[in-house]
């Protein structure tokens, strides 16, 4: 299960991390198109949610692809693949799409479908999408790193690419700071320090703290981790350029039987006193009401992604005022 609308602000949120100013350009299901500076490998390479990053050449309708395809401009030789999002286009055969477009830029770049300098991506939504693939989102890596395949395990963990996307809707930049205040088996902390982060991890169970050091040692992942209350983290931790957790939904042996209410406002409170005016705290909750009302942060996005019956978790964006 995954959110659409989450992804979209990772990626967008990422682009202006890595490239300064972005804008998005258009949108449609399945398609973000993005203005920015960043290197589109480096974007690929930190990605989670996303599958591919693409140099956009051109949209149009699909039946003005053949008037349009003639002039694109890029190393050749090329491959041709064609993709729809969901239903869009159902009498558009992607196999004949992909031998069309082929053999209008045949005998001007050549193709070569095993080792083509160039990926031409046609990706039928609202309109057809036309752009070169630059770097795809390795996905697997994360499955990897799911914490059933790690040393230390907790049935209450995030999955590796939305500890991503939180690491990402932080806007830190490679070498700044980042804390998760709730570590428990570390997958956030992780993903901070393989996007370049420098990662710090702390938790009130030394269990969790002890479990998530076997969990980065296996992978031969270097952090910061300490065991202390969310309460202490302005004076063990000092300042961070920003703040990712995924904090416990309410069990008692998650909170030590702290009611959730006053555990959340004492965790906005000691992450204001560690971050400066404009930086950003992402989290995961199941509910948002619980982030209302701290004078510290104001929020700016809540990405809601039901996962079953039960539970809805909720990402959200706060900014520290």
Same mark, same amino acid.
Do not use: W, Y
């Given at each position: 299960?995954?959110?659409? =609308?989450?992804?979209?602000?990772?990626? !967008?949120?990422?682009?202006?991390?890595?490239?300064?100013?972005?804008?998005?350009? @258009?949108?449609?299901?399945?398609?973000?198109?993005?203005?920015?500076?960043?290197?589109?490998?480096?974007? =690929?390479?930190? $990605?989670?949610?996303? #599958?591919?990053?693409?140099?956009?050449?051109?949209?149009?309708?699909?039946?003005?692809?053949?008037?349009?395809?003639? %002039?694109?401009?890029?190393?050749?030789?090329?491959?041709?693949? @064609?993709?729809?999002?969901?239903?869009?286009?159902?009498?558009? %055969?992607?196999?004949?799409?992909?031998?069309?477009?082929?053999?209008?830029?045949?005998?001007?770049?050549?193709?070569?479908?095993?080792?083509?300098?160039?990926?031409?991506?046609?990706?039928?939504?609202?309109?057809?999408?036309?752009?070169?693939?630059?770097?795809?989102?390795?996905?697997?890596?994360?499955?990897?790193?799911?914490?059933?395949? !790690?040393?230390?395990?907790?049935?209450?963990?995030? #999955?590796?690419?939305?500890?991503?996307? $939180?690491?990402? !809707?932080?806007?830190?930049?490679?070498?700044?700071? $980042? $804390?998760?205040?709730?570590?428990?088996?570390?997958?956030?902390v992780m993903e901070a320090s393989l996007a370049g982060c420098d990662a710090i991890g702390s938790d009130i169970s030394q269990k969790m703290i002890e479990g998530a050091r076997m969990n980065l040692q296996s992978l031969d992942i270097d952090a910061e981790l300490l065991r202390c209350d969310i309460g202490e983290i302005s004076r063990a931790v000092g300042n961070v350029s920003g703040v990712a957790t995924d904090p416990p939904y309410g069990r008692s042996t998650s909170t030590d039987g702290e009611p959730l209410p006053e555990l959340f406002s004492r965790a906005l409170g000691a992450c204001a006193d560690v971050l400066d005016s404009g930086s950003r705290m992402a989290m995961a909750a199941h509910d948002p009401k619980l982030l209302e009302g701290s004078g510290d942060f104001e929020i700016v996005e809540v990405h809601p992604m039901w996962v079953h019956r039960s539970l809805t978790r909720h990402f959200c964006v706060l900014r520290r005022v």
């Open positions: 299960m995954e959110c659409e =609308s989450l992804a979209r602000s990772e990626a !967008l949120s990422t682009a202006e991390t890595l490239g300064g100013a972005a804008s998005v350009v @258009s949108e449609e299901p399945g398609v973000v198109v993005i203005e920015t500076g960043a290197d589109p490998v480096a974007l =690929s390479e930190r $990605l989670a949610l996303c #599958h591919c990053v693409s140099e956009h050449l051109f949209s149009c309708a699909p039946d003005g692809l053949a008037d349009t395809v003639r %002039d694109i401009d890029v190393p050749g030789p090329v491959r041709v693949h @064609s993709t729809r999002v969901g239903t869009s286009f159902p009498e558009v %055969d992607l196999e004949r799409t992909n031998a069309a477009v082929g053999e209008l830029v045949r005998d001007r770049l050549g193709v070569d479908i095993h080792s083509p300098r160039s990926e031409v991506r046609v990706v039928l939504s609202e309109q057809a999408d036309v752009g070169r693939c630059i770097g795809r989102i390795d996905r697997s890596s994360f499955e990897g790193r799911k914490v059933r395949n !790690l040393p230390f395990n907790h049935p209450i963990s995030i #999955h590796p690419k939305f500890a991503r996307a $939180l690491v990402n !809707l932080t806007m830190t930049r490679q070498g700044g700071r $980042l $804390l998760d205040p709730f570590c428990g088996t570390g997958a956030i």
